[in-house]
């Protein structure tokens, strides 16, 4: 790969390309999810009855609340369904900028990490927001009746998956930052208890008064550091061992 500057007004170029064909991914997933607006609405308000979480009603109280809701709705499932499209084009534009074992690594880990986004988001949506959904209206009591309006329970579901998936990229974010020598795995190793603590307070603080719901959310978080932890030791000891040999 030629690894020769670009001249900024070919940076500028490079960037307008990427930016527009990733916008035009996410406009034609945004068309998909609006045609499917209602369904999705009808799916993410449900029952689930297997963790006893009831449907709820949503409510608007601005005459254009409804369609601003499905309109944010189509958005936000447009990029979350556009995500690996943007991630390519990302890539390919600060590729250049990278040195080859950047490059190298960030190549082997694209995909798990596109892979480990779309299992975190869907983690999110099933059990993380029914749970979490079921918490905090159950917390209002008997004296506080929710009217839970389309656009905050939106906002509600979006900040919990980009977060989810944001937390699933864990063990990709460990492997390439150990790959490239920028931290020791078993740097983060010693702060194990640390972090197993602050996924129990997020689960417990999402699931208070459930067991069940709170293993369900903080197991499968606690499994991704340990796998993270363990893969990145091994890619470590690889990168120890080809330094110490002569060259």
């Known amino acids: ?76 499932g447009g990029i979350i369904m556009a995500f690996p499209f943007l991630i390519y084009h990302m890539c390919m534009y600060i590729l250049p900028g990278m040195k080859k074992n950047e490059r190298k690594a960030f190549f082997a880990y694209l995909p798990s990490m596109i892979l480990l986004f779309i299992a975190g988001a869907a983690f999110a949506i099933w059990p993380i927001v029914p749970i979490a959904r079921k918490f905090f209206v159950d917390y209002g009591g008997q004296n506080m009746v929710p009217i839970i309006t389309v656009s905050s329970y939106i906002d509600f579901v979006t ?28 740097t983060l190793a010693k702060g194990r208890k640390g972090v197993w603590l602050g996924i129990l307070i997020a689960a417990a603080a999402i699931a208070p ?32 061992k080809i330094e110490s040999e002569p060259a």
Not at 36 to 58: E, K
Request: glycine share 4%.
């Open 1 to 76: 790969m030629n690894d020769k500057p670009k001249p900024v007004l070919e940076h500028i170029e490079e960037l307008r390309k990427r930016l527009i064909y990733s916008l035009l991914f996410v406009l034609v997933f945004s068309v998909v999810c609006w045609i499917y607006s209602d369904q999705i609405i009808a799916w993410l308000t449900g029952p689930v009855p297997f963790l006893d979480v009831p449907p709820i009603q949503l409510h608007f109280t601005d005459v254009t609340e409804a369609f601003g809701a499905k309109f944010m709705i189509s958005i936000i």
């Open 159 to 186: 900040l919990l998956t980009l977060g989810m998936g944001i937390v699933f990229l864990l063990p990709v974010v460990v492997m390439f930052i150990t790959s490239i020598g920028l931290v020791s795995p078993y």
């Open 209 to 240: 008064n459930d067991g069940l719901s709170m293993l369900i959310i903080a197991l499968p978080v606690v499994i991704l550091f340990e796998i993270s932890l363990f893969l990145s030791k091994i890619k470590w000891r690889r990168r120890q």
